[in-house]
């Protein structure tokens, strides 16, 4: 029995997440029946993907190999599967594009509205979800596009950056530290720190600071949502979070007080896609803009 795109799909899936489970609920089928796929593939095949230890898959060298292979391979035939639509109609078409909604907020409601004007004819997909969910979604093909922040980088991937701010300390304007200002971030380990959660890439971001200092940050809460994380600053003296410059400049008010704080790396936004043999005109058109829009934005 040859292997479908879609088996092909589950095994790339069990491949990367070295995970049954994790790969049946991201694919939507039974633990069972996934189980099953990989077993009908190894037989199939006469390969061994993984060696079973207890619960737990360990990847093997025939697998690290396949799961290289597959990723060129799945990815090549989005890309044509993509043209083939285009083909019907050149001036219709889809962007599939992934965008945290931090970076939405700030930046692309302007950019969108003003791209469906001018292309109606293109439908926009977009994926609101943090940075480092949409990496997994760039690189297994179920996003064409996305919107992140450096650090990145990837060989299946070409970048073009967009924009660069910095980021910023929010603080209470009765929390002891309005009265100095924190000149690196190992003052600020004791303090208890509300910030985006792991799905975003900010989070990486300022725990790597800290261990790069040989300190842990003190995070007491994380969320997806800026603006909650804004709010409990303002209501609670003691709290104190590090957000992107660009968010906290779209929430002023008198009991909030915030100033730039390194974190060894500016905010800069880049906009990723994935290399593929064929480029869609939609994509490309969806690209041509966001990149104008920014130059104007920097002119």
């Known amino acids: 029995m040859k292997s479908t795109l879609k088996q092909l799909k ?5 491949l990367v997440t070295e995970n049954i489970s994790r790969a049946a609920e991201k694919c939507f089928v039974s633990q069972p029946a996934m189980s099953q796929a990989v077993q009908e593939f190894e037989a199939e095949h006469e390969l061994l993907l993984f060696e079973r230890v207890g619960k737990k898959l360990k990847i093997t ?10 990723a060129v391979f799945l990815l090549a035939a989005q890309d044509f ?17 992934g965008i945290p909604p931090v970076t939405l907020s700030v930046y692309f409601y302007d950019i969108l509205s003003n791209f469906m004007l001018m292309n109606p004819d293109i439908e926009l997909d977009i994926v609101e979800v943090g940075a480092n969910r949409l990496i997994n979604d760039l690189l297994h093909g ?11 980088d990837n ?38 720190l509300v910030t985006l959660n792991k799905d975003f890439q900010l989070y990486d971001v300022i725990t790597t600071a800290f261990k ?10 994380t969320s997806k949502q800026w603006d909650l994380l804004i709010n409990m600053v ?27 704080i390194s974190l060894d790396r500016n905010w800069e936004i880049l906009l990723v896609e994935r290399k593929s043999l064929n480029k869609t005109i939609s994509n490309k058109k969806f690209i041509d803009f966001v990149t104008k829009w920014f130059d104007k934005k920097l002119d």
């Open 10 to 14: 589950y095994i790339y899936t069990v």
């Open 61 to 70: 060298p025939q697998g690290m190999e396949l799961k290289k292979e597959l």
């Open 81 to 97: 599967q993509d043209k083939l639509n285009e083909l019907k109609d050149d001036n219709r078409g889809k962007v599939r594009v």
């Open 142 to 152: 179920e996003i064409e596009l996305a919107v992140l922040i450096e650090p990145f």
């Open 155 to 192: 060989d299946l991937c070409k970048k073009i950056s967009l924009i660069e701010s910095t980021f910023s300390l929010v603080i209470n304007k009765d929390n002891p530290l309005s009265h100095k200002k924190v000149e690196d971030i190992t003052e600020l380990a004791n303090h208890p």
């Open 212 to 221: 790069k200092r040989g300190a842990e940050p003190n995070i007491v809460f």
């Open 234 to 260: 303002r209501h609670n003296v003691d709290t104190i979070s590090i957000l992107p410059t660009p968010i906290v400049e779209q929430y002023s008010h008198p009991q909030l007080i915030s100033y730039p």
